[in-house]
């Protein structure tokens, strides 16, 4: 890796989703890796277009719905044919299919739970500082405007050619983001 | 034919057509011989296979009706597959006729001498009695077929017309009271071909779970013959993976929404314990049958959930139809469990025949639904939406 850059990163600006992507698949193409795009809503094809990694959520979310199923269906379990049987219209204490109601919605909460703590976790979030926002223009990201950076840490950053490749582009705009 | 329809290339209809009608050939050859060794064994296996291919025509229907009242790309992708198959509803109205050959074979309550030894049965005479039957029956076939000929027709025209707002609309009105058309005559339907079985048995959520059983083996089939026929030609460039997980999604609603149902009906049999609904489980847990129950939730419900929860099983084209041709399996068995064990008798190699029976108008049904399917372009190019949801179809 080159010395230390004194920015963050290249960032530029485009006015449609279409753009984005295309941009994001030529960045790639042209051998950057470094690279992340904010847009307003979900955009098809980005996430591959800029090599977005698979991540651990799925499985951590797969593990919480397991948990809360075993779990809620033991509890039930315990309750009714353990720790305090009563004989409800002659059935028996382990009464299964009253007990799949409660499994169920056990398993989705703690499904759900999971999910939105490793969102939190694996995003590295609560995040109180980062240099995206240095640029004032990006509080569109979250409106209209769509926008893709090149980390000035990437291998192949060389601020000129980076910022004439971005150029290239055809960008609504180009800003160097401050650390 | 219009430059921008849409033909598949490099299937062979007219093979595949023959070789339906010699599954057909084997299939009524072996339900002689069944219906030799046991006519009333004969009459049940078909009741069960006539309600797997009608299942699907119908299910079709309401797809076809709930697509157009919706939009979407996997409507406009799947709006040619339901046509055909729905068109086939015709094709088992005149099938049906094959239960007048011996109506008291198959239902308890059309045996004079049961009726008269059950004071329930005589109190429900007015409504389950042969000639009922068949007036019902009658309503229900042709309330389907206006609809499912005239949805066909105005999709259809537009292909030779051109895109038609006043065509598009007309769809579009009709499906919606078609839809509360079809709610209230698969009720009645429900009732009259399977709940009967068991007269004195009832249960309101048996209707409903009816219809998503239909609704499920039409969305189960579409997939699989879209996918089948998107291997290669030009419906490879169409069905593209993200539509694929979009298909892949709706599969798994409509396993979801049917494990929902059933598993409502046996909690809530379950929780009132009262002897003349119990039964119906009862019969359906001991004798052989429970291993089919297992099965069902297995195979209908636990792997499709689990496969179809993954992104990869949905984008993929194999492992999607591999997924829709077992709901689509499992759908036959269900129905199975339903019809046969109603007449109370441990399981046996009788099974045969309504495997027999399956062949017998599967063959015919695929013969005419490929009839139907290669005689127009396989995505409705001429519709209004088609820039919207494929744009690649519309160029």
Redesign the interface.
């Known amino acids: 890796m080159k010395e230390a850059s004194p920015i963050y990163g290249l960032m530029a600006e485009f006015e449609q989703p279409a753009q984005i992507v295309a941009a994001a698949v030529a960045a790639r193409d042209a051998g950057y890796r470094l690279v992340d795009a904010y847009t307003p809503f979900p955009v ?1 094809g980005l996430p591959e277009a800029i090599g977005f990694p698979r991540t651990r959520l ?1 499985l951590i979310i797969f593990i919480g719905g397991l948990v809360g199923c075993i779990g809620g269906f033991y509890m039930q379990y315990w309750c009714n044919a353990v720790n305090y049987p009563i004989n409800v ?3 028996p204490y382990n ?1 299964w ?2 007990f ?2 409660v499994t169920f919605e056990m398993t989705i909460l703690c499904a759900a739970t999971a999910a939105v703590v490793g969102l939190f976790a694996l995003n590295g979030l609560p995040m109180p500082y980062h240099p995206v926002f240095n640029v004032p223009q990006f509080a569109q990201a979250s409106r209209n405007r769509f926008f893709l950076c090149i980390q000035a840490g990437d291998a192949k950053f060389d601020l000129p050619s980076t910022r004439n490749f971005l150029d290239g582009l055809k960008p609504h705009a180009v800003y160097e983001v401050q650390p | 034919m219009n430059d921008s329809s849409v033909q598949a290339i490099g299937v062979d209809w007219k093979a595949t057509q023959r070789r339906a009608l010699l599954v057909t050939l084997f299939g009524v050859v072996a339900c002689a011989v069944g219906a030799l060794i046991s006519p009333q064994h004969f009459l049940r296996g078909f009741l069960v296979a006539w309600n797997f291919w009608a299942g699907i025509s119908l299910g079709a229907l309401a797809l076809l009706m709930i697509q157009y009242v919706t939009g979407g790309a996997w409507g406009l992708l799947l709006c040619r597959i339901f046509e055909a198959a729905s068109a086939n509803i015709a094709l088992m109205a005149i099938l049906f006729l094959i239960l007048a050959i011996d109506l008291p074979a198959v239902y308890e309550w059309a045996r004079p001498e049961a009726v008269a030894s059950s004071q329930a049965l005589q109190h429900k005479a007015p409504y389950l009695n042969p000639h009922a039957f068949g007036i019902r029956a009658a309503i229900y076939f042709m309330l389907w077929i206006a609809i499912a000929w005239s949805l066909k027709a105005w999709s259809q025209k537009q292909d030779r017309t051109g895109p038609s707002a006043v065509l598009a609309d007309r769809c579009r009105l009709l499906s919606g009271p078609g839809l509360a058309i079809y709610g209230a005559t698969v009720t009645f339907a429900s009732i009259d071909w399977v709940m009967s079985l068991e007269p004195l048995w009832y249960s309101t959520i048996f209707p409903p779970l009816y219809a998503i059983g239909q609704i499920l083996s039409g969305m189960a089939f579409s997939v699989a013959v879209i996918l089948l026929l998107a291997r290669e030609g030009p419906l490879s460039k169409t069905v593209l993976p993200s539509q694929r997980r979009d298909l892949g999604n709706l599969l798994l609603a409509f396993v979801m929404f049917w494990a929902y149902l059933s598993f409502s009906q046996f909690l809530i049999i379950w929780s009132e314990n009262m002897p003349e609904e119990t039964v119906w489980y009862f019969n359906r847990i001991r004798g052989g049958w429970q291993w089919i129950a297992i099965a069902l939730i297995i195979f209908e419900f636990a792997v499709p959930f689990l496969l179809l929860l993954s992104r990869e099983t949905k984008t993929s084209l194999q492992r999607l139809t591999g997924v829709a041709l077992l709901v689509l399996a499992l759908r036959v068995v269900d129905i199975y469990w339903w019809v046969e064990a109603a007449y109370v008798e441990p399981m046996s190699f009788y099974w045969l025949i309504d495997l027999a029976a399956l062949a017998a108008i599967g063959g015919v049904w695929v013969w005419c639904f490929i009839w139907q399917l290669q005689r127009h372009s396989l995505i409705p190019f001429a519709d209004p939406y088609i820039s919207e949801y494929l744009p690649e179809v519309a160029t």
């Open positions: 098809e799925p219209g002659g059935r009464s299919p009253m799949i109601p």
